[in-house]
């Protein structure tokens, strides 16, 4: 038997292979940023922070509380006073009794009864002139006086409350009637007339001073002697 001593190796294939191997990198690599965001906090890594929740919990329920004891204070909070309820309390009890006294001057007016309607108009005033309704009364008061005869008076009352009642047509026209009658005053009744029907013009109609308005009499005939000028 005969050795082969020679070397077998296998034949070589680098010219089979091409001269430049393509790289492994990629021919546009993405520009990197510079300074990236840092990741937003995981709920794990909140989990791990729990003295944060429960200050937030502590706190919350604090504002509660203190909520809770405002609301219970301002309950028992009062803007009025003791002294101050008592007076407004006696100021409505006094409206009542004029508002009562004057209502009851207009029905017995409404009777016919100017004598009693007198009298309780002259309370009204007397007893609650601090209030505005009491101008009403006055005025109430002078058609009963130039009923029961004290004209001189009622002219005087309705020359007043025409000033501080101006606009208020019953009164202008109840002067203007008295006006002409009584001091014979034509143009000065002229001008209470104009006041008076340009505001309503109901009052060129006696029926509706004498069944509505509930004029006494003598009243009555003295605006119906204006109106027909006699």
Not at 46 to 72: D, I, M, Q, V, Y
């Amino acid at each position: 038997m005969v050795t082969c001593h020679c070397s077998c190796r296998a034949p070589t294939i680098s010219h089979l292979l091409p001269s430049h191997l393509p790289s492994s990198k990629p021919l546009h690599p993405r520009p990197q940023t510079l300074n990236p965001p840092p990741p937003p906090p995981s709920s794990v890594s909140r989990a791990k922070n729990p003295s944060s929740r429960r200050l937030f919990l502590l706190a919350t329920a604090a504002s509660g509380a203190a909520g809770a004891l405002h609301c219970r204070a301002l309950e028992g909070f009062d803007p009025v006073s003791p002294e101050e309820r008592g007076a407004s309390a006696a100021k409505s009890r006094r409206i009542a009794e004029a508002v009562g006294l004057l209502e009851k001057g207009r029905e017995l007016q409404a009777q016919g009864d100017f004598g009693r309607a007198l009298f309780y108009f002259t309370q009204v005033i007397e007893g609650y002139k601090d209030f505005a309704l009491s101008e009403y009364a006055r005025v109430g008061r002078a058609l009963a006086l130039y009923e029961v005869g004290d004209r001189e008076e009622a002219i005087a009352e309705m020359e007043d409350v025409s000033i501080s009642l101006k606009g208020y047509p019953e009164v202008h026209a109840a002067l203007a009637a008295a006006l002409y009658v009584d001091k014979h005053a034509l143009l000065l009744a002229e001008n209470q007339f104009t006041i008076a029907t340009l505001l309503d013009p109901h009052y060129t109609d006696l029926s509706y001073v004498k069944e509505t308005k509930h004029w006494p009499p003598s009243l009555v005939s003295s605006l119906q002697q204006f109106i027909t000028l006699t």
